[in-house]
């Protein structure tokens, strides 16, 4: 079992449905990040928060919504979404400032939208 | 250009063998250097950070050529359980981002 655990581990949604994804971490680390893994495509990074505070928005589009409440918890609000944005949604956490010891993952959410 | 490149594979080999992996990065800047283990199905974990000097952990050692800004992973005696896809990342200077590539598929056959 890792530190940093994701809820739902799967997800079927419809276009017109709105659900969100949640993620908690229990290593005392303060930033948080969400990537999207598709087939055949490397990890592209969507959300940063670092001290609960978000400092990066790769371009996602809107129908993506991040929340961060505290340094321990981070969801990603989901609504009108494509099919195209069925992949898996890995969230990540670090000790801000500590990225030269990497990143703690999640077990992801593999995310189908029909 | 990718900030990335790996070459995805796969690499078929059989067990014993020893296999190699490498990976380029665009960022002359960037400083930290990582492998991810990824198995199929599950989140990437982080498998050894990467030094100047070049670092060994077991059967695996990990190189840095900062000059031809290339990454590379060798992997000795090959077992089964090796089998996954092997993740370069670099981190992106002056951030806590990691930048991933698209991994290189390992396949170890008996």
């Known amino acids: 079992e890792t530190g940093v655990t994701q809820t739902p581990r799967h997800l079927v949604m419809g276009m017109t449905n709105k659900k969100s994804l949640k993620c908690e971490q229990h290593?005392?680390?303060?930033?948080m990040y969400w990537y999207k893994q598709s087939a055949k495509k490397p990890l592209e990074l969507m959300f940063v928060y670092s001290l609960e505070e978000r400092v990066e928005n790769n371009s996602v589009p809107s129908r993506f919504s991040p929340e961060c409440p505290n340094s321990s918890h981070l969801f990603l609000h989901l609504h009108t979404l494509q099919p195209e944005d069925s992949a898996l949604y890995l969230c990540?956490?670090?000790?801000?400032?500590?990225?030269?010891?990497?990143?703690?993952f999640g077990s992801g959410t593999r995310l189908t939208v029909v | 250009r990718k900030e990335v490149e790996q070459d995805p594979g796969p690499f078929n080999v059989p067990e014993g063998a020893t296999v190699a992996f490498n990976c380029t990065y665009s960022n002359s800047a960037s400083q930290s250097f990582f492998w991810y283990r990824q198995d199929c199905r599950k989140e990437p974990k982080l498998l050894m950070s990467v030094y100047s000097s070049g670092n060994e952990d077991g059967r695996f050692t990990a190189q840095l050529n900062r000059a031809s800004q290339y990454i590379s992973l060798l992997i000795r005696d090959s077992k089964l359980s090796d089998s996954a896809t092997y993740l370069c990342v670099v981190l992106a200077p002056n951030t806590d981002k990691l930048i991933f590539g698209t991994g290189t598929r390992l396949q170890v056959f008996p």
């Open positions: 290593l005392g680390h303060n930033a």
């Open positions: 990540a956490s670090s000790s801000a400032g500590d990225g030269n010891y990497g990143y703690t």
